[in-house]
Every structure is written in C-alpha cells, then in structure tokens.
C-alpha cells in the first residue's frame, strides 16, 4: 500500500475559507468525496478553516463564522448528491455529476480527454483524462498549476504511486510523466491551468498535437 496522497494544507485552508479557484476546488471537494472524512480530517479542516478566516476577516469574526466555511465545503462535497446529474457518467464522484461533460477526444495513445464544463478561472479549467493500461501521458511540465486527483486506476510518475482518491499537485517546476499501473484504465480529474509543456527538440515538435 503506498503512502495516501491528501490534498495540502494551504489548498485546504483556501478550498475551506471559500478562495480556491473554482476548478481547483472541484478537484478538492472530489478528493474529499473519495476519502470518507474521519474526525481527525473534519477537526483538521475546522482548524485550518479558523486559521484562514482569522487572517482574511478585517472584523472580528461573526460567532458562525466557521460554521459558514464549513457548510461550504459540506456543501461542494457531499449534497451534490442532491442535484439531478447532468452526465452519462454515473461512475463520477458526486462533485463532478452536477456538470455538463465535453466530447472525449484522442489525446495520444491510449488516452483520451474530455473537458468538465463550467467550472474555469481564466485558463485554468477541468478536464477529465482517461489513460488505458500500461500508457502514459507524454513527459511534459505545466504553464502553471495542475491539480489532479485518482477516480478508478492508479498511476506512478518516478518516485510516487497514486490510487483512487489520491491527489497530485503540480506546477511548472515538476517534470513528470504520469504512467498507469493500474491493470484497469486510469480515470483522473484535474484543475489544468493553461497547457501541459514537453521539453526537448522533439517535444516542442509535438507541442501542436498535444492540446488538452
Ligand atoms: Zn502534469
């Protein structure tokens, strides 16, 4: 079993506070929806929440304050049950059933890419990428952020496993290049900030063709 990958504090403290990005906060509250929340996590998250409020309220903070936060999140995570869903995908999580689905499209060899509509804050946006097993997404780092959290499958980069709930955050200092272990395929969705960027001679070659 490999280490858990849980999403990190300061994304936390953000998603909980109501200042995560919107795409960036569906992956969160997908992650949250996938580990079952132990009183451990809930009295982590209400800390954090209280740590972020304190340093963004110009006021003393109302006495629900935190309970406010907390609803929010309550509310990304889990009563999305309660809207009627609105994709054929009844595998989704319950965060990701509320939203409207692009058409898959062929992103390289054994993957493909379909875009979650609505949630976007500029470039960044969600998108859903299904590798088949034994497949890989070309190496590449990122124009900006990447959030990407495990839905069915598993995948490993070089040094880090990944299974269903795990959360991967990336930037344009990581170099990775996502390869499914999984013998079922990999299904991910992940807050992509403008395009993912492939190094080399040949990788700028074949940066036209790879657009997700
Ligand atoms: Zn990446």
Known sequence: MSARHAVSDDRLIAYAAGTLSPPEAVVVATHLALRPRSEDVLRALTHVAGDALEDLAP???????????????????????????????????????????GPWRWMGPGVRVRDVLGPRDGDCRVILLKIEPGRSTPRHTHGGVEVTCVLSGAYATDDERFDVGDIEEADDHTLHQPRVVSSEACLCVAALDGQILLPGLLGRLMQPFVRL
Do not use: K
């Open 59 to 101: 006021e003393p903070l109302s006495a629900d304050a935190l309970d406010q936060a907390l609803a929010r999140a309550e509310a990304d995570g889990g009563e999305a049950e309660a809207l009627p869903p609105l994709n054929d995908m009844p595998e989704l999580p319950a965060p990701l059933r509320r939203y409207a689905l």
